[in-house]
């Protein structure tokens, strides 16, 4: 792992933040260079293990991920359903994730308005402690709702919202041309873009 | 703020970590006692610095937030929109919040279905950053949207996800009672109940 994407893009050649926060937040990025090695089921477990403390509504924690280790019959169906682009990097993942969320509440059944919201917290708690742990963690909308859906038999009570390709980081020039014209971290909208005082001005 | 709830509550007390992870995910809790003082602008706009690094489908970075200062006018009319018993904590907090997200990708129009999950990514990184400050982020749906909608002339291009109640952290002591019983970090599920291997199983 010693050269390996994170080495080879220093992150503060890319991007730096305006104001003083924790470096876990801005080192985070999401490469596509993968080493192709296997990760083990502990190793998944942990970066599960940060997402299960995310804050939900009513403490719901609507999120459930499934997930296959490099090589198991259902990480195989997994890039299966990615596109073919997706495919072409994340089949060097150590492991693949289905995210799903539980679209009602369980106590009453009704309507669970941040069901999606929520399991997006989990999720950026599971990429971040990747990040930490020296992991590759990419999300990915690009993939077949319907196949999952179907190969996986998945409940209409949960969305099916995001495939993440985990993995250990691999060397950029192992990546196609296309894809290593793209392997950097991306940049950011300033913070007066996203926020505004007092007032609706976006 | 030497005796607040983040001292009274000493974490450990109530949740650990299956697993090793970073400390900042299972420190960080939702409480309600705040101190009532103010936030600086430059104390919101730090929180706001580290959403802006969450990951988005196509980088496309959805989010939008609202924030007013205690005491701004946006200030009283967010805490007006909120439910009666969120208002009766959430007036002590020194920043209030309101999470948008863009409904539709701006290079095409066309609907961008990890809107809320990628913003509730962005959510996390604020919150996170909060607790890494010392500073409360409680993330309340128990709002009126339409209030919100009309009286911060919220378009159609928008969803309104979330609010958010930001502050330093108060004495539990000044809570009332029944605040005071329900002070405590929540639990959460364990692992094998949010994630399976290879199969769909919830």
Chains 1, 2 share one sequence.
Not at 50 to 74: G, H
């Amino acid at each position: 792992m010693s050269n390996n994407v994170f080495s080879q893009l220093p992150i503060e050649d890319y991007r730096k933040p305006d104001k003083k926060i924790e470096d876990l937040f801005w080192h985070r990025f999401s490469p596509r260079a993968l080493s192709g090695e296997a990760l083990t089921e502990e190793a998944v477990l942990t970066v599960l293990e940060a997402a299960r403390f995310a804050p939900s509504a009513f403490n719901e924690q609507p999120w459930r991920f499934i997930y296959s280790l490099k090589d198991d019959k259902a990480w195989y169906e997994t890039l299966d359903s990615l596109v073919e682009f997706n495919q072409s990097w994340a089949k060097k993942s150590g492991a693949l994730l289905i995210v799903l969320a539980k679209n009602n509440f369980s106590q009453n059944n009704k309507v669970n308005h941040t069901a999606k919201f929520d399991t997006g917290a989990a999720w950026q708690n599971l990429a971040l402690q990747a990040r930490a742990l020296g992991l590759v963690a990419h999300g990915m909308s690009g993939f077949d709702h319907e196949k999952l859906k179907e190969k996986f038999k998945i409940s209409d009570d949960f969305s099916i919202i995001a495939t993440i390709a985990l993995g250990v980081p691999g060397d950029i020039d192992n990546l196609s041309e296309d894809l290593k014209k793209d392997e950097k971290p991306s940049g950011r909208f300033k913070v007066e873009k996203i926020s505004s005082r007092d007032k609706f001005d976006f």
